[in-house]
């Protein structure tokens, strides 16, 4: 909610916790997330559950357990005052302690073990829903708490999603085909320059990254109306982009070389030379409107200085997604206030790819920029650094440590993330060499530069 002039209201404007009808909704919630994560480990059998598919990530069975892990952390134990159940594997699922490419050399929980263990966290979990009175504390007004863990789990379930990706053998993730797309009526869109409500400091659920709601004078830019697709990265592939150092970065070129990268994660050519890409376990032709994914940002920031533009700030991009110039104020979705449906965008591991360029003409913002939510997370060239006022909570090791180094921002959701772990004031990052997660970008451009 946000008042006409841009502001957000103060949390006194907001209404009364309807706190039965709360509880229902965090459990449903819950219950998607669980659904989830218990279809994404039980597709495949033992042996790679424990197994560890890529260095870059855990094997299946320490997430499920972290999850569980992390619920009983502040479900259980803080909210609602209940002894440890596990105490002597705190260690093995903390984040901190032992790196992806460390935790399949440590004595885990078993599978089974690890399913009887996130059965019990998850009763007693729900025990601590229907005593918490929903208000009063920080940690528990509005299910604060319960949406962490809601998003957590749902964050991890991408992260086994992209395991799933890296993992060989035939494929055993299936899922509907996306809608088809439509042609859109420009390449690219002007954003207005001028002042806009970055952040928010009244949605419930939203992590400490994302706060508070603050204003940013974004001079005026023009923004690509879709992602870059694969038909657009082929021709920069095609063209030598991959060779030519004066399109790279001093970092990036050196990563370009030292990896060895001449083509987005998972393509290859076929005795043709036709491009292929093989996404979970399908080898299919790329699809030249679906936005490219698997690149990173290095291989994002030289394809568009090859194209005469450059990566959109993240100010840029939450202002080309919230911002409605007619009535000055910040929406939660590029569409409006309303969470998204499937007409909106492609979220929550509906479709097992992104959508063609035009597929969700509902889910545009008022300036006409498509699928800034969903699809792909889009690389932008802004560090990740936290909003003048920042305040930790309710741990510094989710976001406070993060702030700074390399880590180069990602915004706006994947086809692999749920809806109740992304809004258009979300905030993700990552190191600008990574491939694996499900990413793209678009390009922008200074006004300046001329009309399109």
């Known amino acids: 909610m946000t008042l006409t002039d841009g502001r957000e209201p103060a949390a006194a404007e907001e209404p009364a916790v309807d706190a039965e009808a709360l509880r229902t909704h965090v459990a449903d919630l819950l219950a998607a997330s669980r659904a989830r994560s218990t279809s994404l480990t039980e597709v495949v059998d033992e042996a790679d559950l424990v197994a560890q598919h890529s260095p870059l990530m855990s094997p299946l069975v320490w997430d499920l357990a972290h999850i569980g892990s992390q619920e009983e952390l502040w479900l259980v134990r803080d909210v609602g005052g209940r002894e440890p159940l596990r105490p002597e594997i705190d260690g093995l699922y903390d984040a901190f302690q032992h790196s992806r490419a460390s935790r399949v050399e440590l004595p885990l929980l078993t599978p089974s073990q690890t399913r009887t263990y996130v059965a019990e966290v998850r009763d007693k979990a729900l025990d601590a829903l229907g005593a918490s009175p929903l208000r009063g504390r920080r940690l528990e007004d509005h299910g604060f708490a319960f949406g962490m863990i809601v998003q957590h789990e749902q964050q991890h379930g991408e992260t086994m999603l992209a395991t799933h990706q890296l993992r060989a053998g035939a494929p055993v993730l299936h899922a509907s085909a996306p809608p088809p797309g439509s042609p859109l009526p420009a390449a690219e869109v002007l954003v207005p320059g001028g002042p806009f409500t970055m952040g928010t400091s009244t949605e419930p659920w939203a992590l400490d990254n994302e706060r508070p709601a603050h204003t940013v004078d974004v001079p005026a830019f023009w923004i690509d109306t879709a992602p870059v697709t694969n038909g657009a990265f082929a021709e920069f592939v095609d063209a030598g982009g991959y060779d ?106 509906r479709h097992l790819q992104p959508a063609p360029v035009g597929a969700y003409p509902r889910g545009a913002s008022p300036g006409g920029v498509h699928q800034l939510v969903g699809d792909v997370w889009e690389w ?47 905030r993700n990052w990552d190191r600008p060499i990574r491939r694996q997660i499900f990413a793209g970008f678009r390009c922008a451009r200074d006004a300046a530069n001329g009309v399109g």
């Open 380 to 426: 932008l060239s802004s560090g990740f650094h936290p909003y003048p006022g920042y305040e930790t909570f309710p741990y510094p090791e989710y976001s406070e440590v993060f702030f700074g180094g390399d880590y180069r921002m990602l915004r706006g959701g994947s086809f692999g993330t749920d809806p109740a772990a992304v809004r258009a004031t979300f």
């Open 244 to 349: 030519d150092p004066r399109l790279w970065s001093q970092a990036g070129w050196r990563h370009r070389t030292a990896a060895g990268l001449q083509a987005p994660q998972f393509w290859e050519r076929d005795a043709t030379g036709a491009w292929y890409r093989r996404r979970f376990g399908v080898l299919a032709p790329i699809v030249e409107d679906e936005p490219v994914v698997h690149v990173c940002f290095h291989e994002a920031q030289a394809y568009a200085r090859w194209a005469g533009r450059r990566l959109p700030t993240e100010a840029e991009w939450e202002k080309a997604a919230r911002h409605d110039p007619a009535t000055g104020r910040s929406r939660r979705y590029p569409w409006g206030d309303e969470d998204p449906t499937p007409e909106h965008a492609n979220l929550g591991q």
